[in-house]
Antibody, heavy 125, light 108 residues
Framework: EVQLLESGGGLVQPGGSLRLSCAASGFTFSSSAMSWVRQAPGKGLEWVSIIGTRTGNTYNADSVKGRFTISRDNSKNTLYLQMNSLRAEDTAMYYC??????????????????WGQGTLVTVSS | EIVMTQSPATLSVSPGERATLSCRASQSVSSNVAWYQQKPGQAPRLLIYGASTRATGIPARFSGSGSGTEFSLTISSLQSEDSAIYYCQQYYNWPPYTFGQGTNLEIK
């Protein structure tokens, strides 16, 4: 059974940093693209970041570009999200998700399945 | 950035009836649309991908259709456990991957 378990959330002051982790099991982690999606309290879903099977292939939403860094350690089956310069608007539940889909013509098309249970990040003074 | 617009915002339907949720893309996304179900306090769950393919373990009463810019999710013979928020997502033109704002499905 595929399992994704996030950790590392908590309360942090504006301008602070936090690193989220997502421990994966039940599938070949090194062969899977992975993503982070967040959800502010009472709001909808917002895609944050994605990483391909090779650590060099990463993409971020404009809202986090230059502040958040996605990475992975295939030897530990773990996905990370390093969050710096945190703002109040980064307050959200952060979900990691396995990125499924297909690749064609050099581009991969990904949806997200499954999702972890999430870890809550609160940015407040 | 492709904007996904869902309608209606809230839908109230009686058990046993059919519910149809709509999702419109601001430009063509081919058939690269997924639908997710999210119940209170839970993570989203994939229902449909490729606009019309049910994910593993999803009951046959859930069906998706559409291509280009117009998509729909139909839930036939509604059950009480179908009460949730449903989101569509496009994965054709990225980054960013974008989601609709959600439809809150209430079972009367």
């Amino acid at each position: 059974e595929v399992q994704l378990l996030e950790s590392g959330g908590g309360l942090v002051q504006p301008g602070g940093s936090l690193r989220l982790s997502c421990a994966a099991s039940g599938f070949t982690f090194s062969s899977s693209a992975m993503s982070w999606v967040r959800q502010a309290p009472g709001k909808g879903l917002e895609w944050v970041s994605i990483i391909g099977t090779r650590t060099g292939n990463t993409y971020n939403a404009d809202s986090v570009k230059g502040r958040f860094t996605i990475s992975r350690d295939n030897s530990k089956n773990t996905l990370y999200l390093q969050m710096n310069s945190l703002r109040a608007e980064d307050t959200a539940m952060y979900y990691c998700a396995k990125a499924e889909g297909y690749c064609s013509g050099g581009t991969c098309y990904r949806y997200f399945d499954p999702w972890g249970q999430g870890t809550l990040v609160t940015v407040s003074s | 950035e492709i904007v996904m617009t869902q309608s209606p915002a809230t839908l109230s339907v009686s058990p046993g009836e059919r519910a149809t949720l709509s999702c419109r893309a601001s430009q063509s996304v081919s058939s690269n649309v997924a639908w997710y179900q999210q119940k209170p306090g839970q993570a989203p769950r994939l229902l449909i991908y490729g606009a019309s393919t049910r994910a593993t373990g999803i009951p046959a009463r859930f069906s998706g259709s559409g291509s280009g810019t117009e998509f729909s999710l139909t839930i036939s013979s509604l059950q009480s456990e179908d009460s949730a928020i449903y989101y569509c997502q496009q994965y054709y033109n990225w980054p960013p991957y974008t989601f609709g704002q959600g439809t809150n499905l209430e079972i009367k």
